[in-house]
């Protein structure tokens, strides 16, 4: 199939360049044919956010947004930030980045479905439940498109008799817009150098959970931040509690994935975080409605690697555009998505594949670049310990104005894991089932599915360092970071062995970030699988 653009993934940055290209197209009178290909089983599934957006970038692409029934319905109204410990909540001045006045709590997963509306009423093909499994190459080396991945391959990898090969997309620019730790990026990284002078990009695990709760635990828009308890001084992260409409409200927890101690489970850390005394009364009485988990980006400026080749460029997070301090990513992804696309109609209009490639300086002029220049320091320096790096971070706010004449730097998530005989075991309390609960029975709520009898999309390099060094020198960590219970430790014939539950997979990516040899390689499954949120 032959498009002037093939876009891989439809969350915000994929969409709003979409939308841009058919703008740019209507006002310059001539044809464009845009397509963009999501995994999900429809646009929106396997979108996971908190979230608070800033609505920057859409006043820029749609200023009639509103007007459009757009899903930004409640705007944040009281910001709070605390400091918890095990038994007690200090309030303390929100710093000014994470001040949310003119802000929308929203569900992204929504905000990407109306996206999809507007784009397809432009124009704009999308095509659900097709996963890009392969980045195509002209013979000099241009990127020609991509391919999606067959349908119907048993686990043996033999075609069952509903197979489907996969369909080869060809475009004179693709967009890669997989969102955070994108395979296709992953490897167009590593082929291609394209962080050869950036420093290495680094990674939270998000855990988000939708409450119903009673009508008197409910404020809309009231937004709520913490850092402290459960985690120790030495492990980045924190909660949040954002109240949309319809009593519902967001919780969710994030730990950055440079954490020390193999023993760590963040599921296990976001379960008993609800359990604090200021944070309990707010779910009593209430009913969990879903459960999802994404890792997320948190390099920042310094961590942007090269962002385009002839005939293709990555965006949105895929590239890493998430703002640590303000905690949101989505207005940035976007605009990233704006400027990609007034780029790739330059380079089409032009008949030169190359000149997508200046795509990056034409973000140094935007104010993105300057926004996440701006805090760049911050997130490194917590590699110090909590309270180091909030002094910091005051010092950097305040005084220095984000104008440091240094930038700090970052180590790999996978390195900065210890060994398991260099670090104390996690007891953690069992869950009661109302307020706190286990893995499986969360994964249930994010309707994961996947055709059990297909190829395991969670592939171990060399077999062997699961046991050999992951269960033996790490304590199998995987069994802990994965948030949905993929991977576990049976025993056969009296040794221990690692079970990859892949059915269960909601497509965080952690496992491919934090595994301490890099052994653990995600690809795309078949299309469609994987999680089914509904308004996460």
Not at 78 to 107: C, W
Not at 157 to 185: W, Y
Not at 231 to 245: C, N, Q
Not at 345 to 352: G, V
């Amino acid at each position: 199939m032959e498009y002037d653009v093939v876009i891989v993934g439809a969350g915000p940055s994929g969409l709003c360049a979409a939308i841009r290209l058919r703008q740019l197209a209507d006002e310059h009178g001539r044809e464009l044919s845009v397509c963009v290909l999501e995994k999900g089983s429809e646009v929106g599934a396997h979108i996971l956010s908190g979230a608070v957006i800033e609505p920057r970038a859409l006043d820029e692409l749609l200023p009639d947004w509103r007007e459009r029934g757009s899903p930004l319905k409640t705007e944040a109204t009281d910001d709070q930030f605390l400091f918890l410990t095990e038994q007690r909540a200090f309030r303390m001045p929100a710093p000014p980045q994470m001040k949310n006045h003119g802000n929308y709590i929203v569900s992204l997963g929504n905000v990407c479905r109306w996206l999809a509306e507007q784009a397809e009423a432009m124009g704009v093909e999308i095509y659900p439940g097709f996963a890009a499994a392969e980045v195509l190459y002209h013979d000099d080396g241009r990127i020609k498109g991509v391919a999606t991945g067959d349908m119907g391959i048993a686990r043996d990898g033999e075609p069952k008799p509903d197979h489907t090969p996969g369909i080869e997309l060809h475009a004179q620019v693709t967009l890669f817009a997989e969102g955070c730790h994108g395979s296709l990026t992953k490897g167009l990284i590593e082929r291609h150098g394209l962080r050869d002078h950036a420093q290495p990009q680094t990674y939270g695990i998000g855990l988000k959970e939708l409450w119903e709760v009673k009508p008197e635990a409910h404020q809309p828009g009231k937004v709520v931040h913490t850092i402290g308890w459960p985690l120790d001084r030495k492990t980045y992260g924190g909660s949040f509690l954002y109240h949309l409409e319809d009593n519902q409200v967001a919780v969710g927890f994030v730990i950055g994935l440079d954490y020390e101690n193999p023993y760590l489970s963040p599921f296990d850390e976001f379960q008993r975080f609800k359990h604090h005394p200021a944070i309990k009364p707010t779910f009593e009485g209430g009913r969990r409605i879903s459960y999802g988990a994404r890792a997320l980006n948190e390099g920042g400026f310094q961590s942007i690697p090269d962002l385009a080749l002839p005939g293709g460029a990555i965006i949105g997070c895929a590239a890493g555009f998430l703002n640590v301090p303000k905690i949101k990513g989505t207005h940035t992804a976007m605009k990233s998505g704006i400027v990609a696309a007034e780029q790739a109609f330059e380079t089409i209009a032009a008949e030169d594949p190359a000149r997508i490639t200046g795509y990056k300086e034409a973000l140094k002029g935007t104010w993105l670049w300057d926004e996440l220049y701006k805090v760049r320091n911050i997130r490194p320096a917590f590699r110090w310990g909590l309270l180091p790096g909030l002094a910091y971070s005051g010092l950097d706010t305040y005084l220095l104005r984000g104008r440091a004449p240094w930038t700090l730097g970052h180590h790999t998530d996978h390195g900065s894991t210890k060994k398991a005989q260099e670090c104390t075991p996690i007891e953690y309390p069992k869950p009661d089932g109302v307020i706190s609960f286990d893995k499986l029975s969360s994964v249930f709520l994010s309707n994961t599915y996947h055709e059990e009898d297909q190829p395991v999309h969670l592939t171990l390099k060399d077999e062997r360092i699961a046991i050999d060094v992951n269960y033996e020198e790490y304590a199998s960590p995987e069994t802990r970071y994965c948030p949905a219970g993929v991977y576990e430790i049976v025993e056969e014939d009296g040794q221990p062995k690692l079970q990859i539950n892949a059915q269960n997979c909601v497509h965080c990516k952690t496992c491919d970030i934090k595994d301490p040899l890099q052994n653990i390689h995600w690809v795309v499954p078949e299309g469609s699988g994987g999680p089914n949120y509904p308004n996460m």
